[in-house]
């Protein structure tokens, strides 16, 4: 037997049935599409699924709305109802769904797009090669990854009545350029909505962390956690039974952060630790000699990054001066700004990685423009951030304030294995004063008036041979057992 067709509505019941939703969920502005009663009493029969706190998120047409949750608390879903509500009033209007990755966009948002398409019978069509879904209208749904710099230009060009950004937290310092100059003047034609969803991070800092705990402005922002999601089984709500099977106690940071969904700073996750409060200095102190090293991180796709710092064999500190990065300088630039930068500083020693190209642009250097460029030491670069970390800790490296490397510094945290730095976050500033300070010998600095005059390549040499044991005496790793207690 033949199911039997839907039966078509009449005008007054559909007027009953949006009479009924605006009681429900609340009048929303007409957008400049006007949406037909067919599509408005389609909205209402998928809005009745969502809950207040995603409705509430769903129905704010500020132009800059943020959410902050927990996970499994329904924000991916309430992207999904969102983007499929914009799309039925927008005909032929393009939408991006961003995420770190094409990969991660389809995990998280490909699935729940074609389950409401065939619950409610949308008519979207799905494209599997580009990951775009297309409306019988012409609007088009696509899904985008945006880890890099160069990933967010794609985005120029278009007009857009909604922009998604998921797991916002995550993205490096290039989701303010994306909001604010690549994605903020294409919503300006449709008056369309930038929204950016995620759980807290592990490092308070960043642009969705400004956003959320309140420091930026002219952002709507909504906050809920699992414990609002009425379709999670009791069970998956039971705090207590997940930090019991997840061994977290109620002060552990990734138990604040991804079940209570607030901030809290995670020291333990950063890869330097740095802080302000005992590596910054203004001035740089009065001694009678000081010598500078260049540190150069070498960048042909990301920025080359130089670190200038300084020490003194009557001091125990190691300064950095400045530091700065420039996006894809050729080799002839990067020897003209070594040789600029040389003339003011006259560096002891010059360092740079070998990575990649690293080697054939360090070979170049050398040979055709004499600037003594050494090699860095990159295969125990761990091991040395561990000893670089000793020098934190005890106040022994001093940063100028206001230099960019202390933000990111603050930003740069171990990836999920702690195997290495997060992909995600820049480190080519922090690469380079790693590099110059492991070339610095500001740890046999002492307060002493008389010391023998020699030259300042003289002293590098004199200092190189006792590296090792300097090395061998803060490593707790190379100390017999009775010295570690």
């Not at 997840?246 to 630790?273: F, H, M």
């Not at 001093?398 to 995600?424: A, V």
Request: proline share 5%; charged share 30%.
């Amino acid at each position: 037997m033949q199911p039997s067709k839907p039966k078509k509505l009449v005008d007054t019941e559909i007027r009953a049935i949006l009479g009924e939703w605006q009681r429900r969920v609340g009048k929303v502005a007409p957008p400049k599409q006007q949406a037909t009663a067919r599509v408005q009493e389609t909205e209402y029969r998928f809005m009745k699924e969502l809950f207040p706190e995603q409705v509430a998120f769903v129905n704010d047409d500020s132009k800059r709305v943020a959410a902050l949750c927990t996970r499994r608390a329904g924000k991916t879903t309430a992207l999904v109802y969102k983007a499929i509500r914009t799309c039925l009033r927008f005909p032929g209007a393009l939408i991006p769904y961003i995420a770190l990755s094409r990969d991660h966009a389809r995990d998280l948002f490909w699935a729940p797009l074609k389950e409401l398409n065939a619950r409610y019978g949308f008519g979207f069509t799905f494209n599997e090669t580009q990951l775009a879904a297309t409306a019988p209208n012409g609007c088009r749904i696509i899904l985008l990854g945006a880890s890099k710099t160069d990933d967010i230009e794609r985005l120029r060009g278009p007009k857009y009545p909604l922009v998604m950004l998921d797991e916002a937290a995550s993205f490096g310092t290039h989701i303010e350029t994306l909001i604010i100059s690549i994605v903020g003047p294409a919503l300006r034609d449709l008056g369309g909505q930038m929204v950016m969803t995620g759980t807290p991070g592990s490092i308070c800092a960043g642009f969705f962390y400004e956003v959320t705990s309140g420091a930026k402005r002219n952002w709507s922002v909504h906050n809920w956690s699992l414990l609002n999601n009425p379709h999670l089984p009791d069970d998956a709500k039971d705090l207590e039974l997940i930090r019991e099977e997840e061994g977290l106690s109620e002060e552990d940071p990734r138990y604040i952060r991804e079940y209570l969904g607030k901030w809290v700073q995670d020291n333990e996750s950063l890869v330097y630790r740095y802080s302000a409060e005992r590596n910054l200095f203004e001035l740089l102190p009065e001694r009678e000699e000081w010598m500078h090293v260049l540190g150069i991180d070498l960048g042909t796709i990301d920025s080359t990054a130089f670190s200038i710092g300084a020490f003194s064999l009557q001091d125990l500190n190691y300064y950095v001066l400045q530091t700065h990065a420039h996006q894809k300088m050729a080799v002839y630039e990067i020897a003209e700004y070594i040789k600029k930068l040389d003339e003011t500083y006259e560096f002891v020693a010059k360092v740079a990685d070998t990575g990649g190209l690293g080697k054939m642009v360090v070979q170049e250097l050398n040979q055709r423009h004499a600037l003594n460029v050494q090699p860095a030491e990159k295969k125990s670069k761990f091991d040395f951030i561990e000893h670089m970390n000793s020098d934190f800790l005890l106040g022994r490296i001093k940063i100028r304030s206001g230099d960019e490397l202390c933000n990111e510094y603050q930003r740069l945290i171990w990836d999920s294995d702690r195997k290495g730095e997060h992909p995600n976050r820049p480190n080519h500033r922090a690469d380079a004063t790693l590099y110059a300070w492991r070339k610095s010998r500001h740890w046999a600095g002492k307060l002493a008036d008389e010391r023998p005059q020699l030259s300042g390549a003289e002293r590098m040499d004199s200092l190189a041979a006792s590296e090792e044991d300097e090395l061998t005496r803060n490593d707790p790793r190379k100390l017999a057992w009775w010295e570690r207690l």
